[in-house]
DNA sequence: GATTACATACCTAACGTAGGTATTCAATAA
DNA sequence: TTATTGAATACCTACGTTAGGTATGTAATC
């Protein structure tokens, strides 16, 4: 600890700080692998639609609620972008909702090479009854926390996601800059 | 809202409050998906074997992880619960461990029916080194956080999975009351 | 004619389930 | 006390399922 500065700026303090941060994140990260054995394997989205009367399977829900949220028809690889997968993969999923009636496809008037997928009622009732199941039991885990937390959460979240995105795209084409 | 109570203790101030969390709740919702995609398909474990010189898969990678956070040679059965999977995934991951030489399986002289898992050397440095790259990673994303957020970060993460997990499990087995 | 948007067919990774073998434990018979 | 035997435990092997990806074909657009 140097007498002139804040250790912060000095070299021993920047190492401290990497060194805290290390602690951290090793505390960090069992909890994130722990968070998403609960939200995979926990069959969250099956119990989901068990409950709703809802039976696909979790991808084609997915793509289901994608409809849901953009309140307007979606192309094939629009939905693919928005849910970061491959086209093939959504158009599996498509199938199989068209196939319970949930969506429907119709050639897009303005590109004959694009489908729009469309839910139909049932299927938007039915992805509207297991959104509410689902925040429901989100909300209710959330029940005892204090407001500020709750905040706090949803805001460190949201920037934790975005800044290890960033970072690491970094590692992979270290011309870009984070801000 | 009644002049006599605070609002939350009324019931269209709880039925306001209820309707708040699940405003926030769909707000993080999406940002849950957008970080177990980052995680997940982002090839993270990959990128850090790549990095790290450590040519094994991914949950093999898990399980050689699970030995050196232990510092102590552990069952099979041991790991599986750990991990949380079921037994015969851990067999198949020391399976291919031990034939990169960066594991070996002994019985257990306590129990001949048991077999403990050891780290190599080799193993050892890898899963050392690999861990290192990896907190690196995150520690770095996270530099430019104020020290305040990063702890409330753990702390939020942590108690948001197990409320998660407590309220997840009382939905299986009503008798079960939440603390 | 080249490109775009989608579909189809096939492949892989990460689990799980079913069922078998070797070892231990606990109770009973000799 | 010792031998026996049924049940439980710990693991392994084989196979199925699911959620994705890759490669390639076809129709529409530029």
Do not use: C
Not at 22 to 50: D, H
Not at 72 to 80: H, K, M, N, T
């Amino acid at each position: 600890m140097s007498p002139q500065q804040p250790d912060e700026t000095t070299a021993r303090g920047a190492a401290r700080d990497q060194e805290l941060r290390e602690q951290q994140v090793l505390a960090v990260l069992p909890r994130l692998t722990q968070l998403g054995n609960v939200l995979n394997r926990g069959r969250l989205v099956e119990r989901a639609m068990e409950a709703t009367a809802v039976r696909v399977d979790r991808p084609a829900m997915s793509v289901l609620l994608m409809l849901h949220m953009s309140d307007q028809p979606l192309r094939v690889g629009e939905i693919a972008t928005r849910m970061q997968v491959v086209g093939p993969h959504v158009t599996r999923q498509v199938n199989a909702l068209q196939q319970r009636g949930l969506i429907v496809r119709v050639t897009d008037p303005e590109d004959q090479r694009a489908r729009l997928v469309e839910a139909t009622d049932e299927g938007k009732a039915a992805a509207e009854r297991y959104m509410r199941t689902l925040v429901g039991w989100f909300a209710d885990a959330l029940a005892g926390w204090p407001e500020q937390d709750r905040q706090d959460l949803g805001r460190l979240l949201g920037r934790f996601t975005d800044d290890l995105t960033a970072h690491l795209a970094t590692l992979d084409d270290p011309t870009v800059s984070e801000g």
